[in-house]
Nanobody, 119 residues
């Protein structure tokens, strides 16, 4: 069973920065696309950014130019560097990964980490 564990959330002032990390652990697996989603109170979960195993990235328009997604394939880790944070970035951020275990493909989610942008 592959598990995703996020870290790095917290409280930051507007204009500040945070770096989220997500590590995948388990045995006999390969990860395809990894991504970050977020869900604010009363809103639907939305894609923030994703990155393929080859390094191709995709960003929500609302975070382009401010957030950067990256990954370390050997460490099964994905990062989200968040700069110039705004109050509207406040949400629970979830790590997501497409995982191959043999011939079986599944989508895994982390437990979420809270990001609060407030003065």
């Amino acid at each position: 069973q592959v598990q995703l564990v996020e870290s790095g959330g917290g409280l930051v002032q507007p204009g500040g920065s945070l770096r989220l990390s997500c590590v995948a652990s388990g045995s006999n697996f390969n990860i395809n696309t990894m991504g970050w989603y977020r869900q604010a109170p009363g809103k639907q979960r939305e894609l923030v950014a994703s990155i393929t195993s080859g390094g191709s990235t995709n960003y929500a328009d609302s975070v382009k130019g401010r957030f950067t997604i990256s990954r370390h394939n050997a460490k099964n880790t994905v990062y989200l560097q968040m700069n110039s944070l705004k109050p509207e970035d406040t949400a629970v951020y979830y790590c997501n990964a497409g995982v191959w275990s043999g011939s079986f493909y599944s989508t895994r989610w982390g437990q979420g980490t809270q990001v609060t942008v407030s003065s």
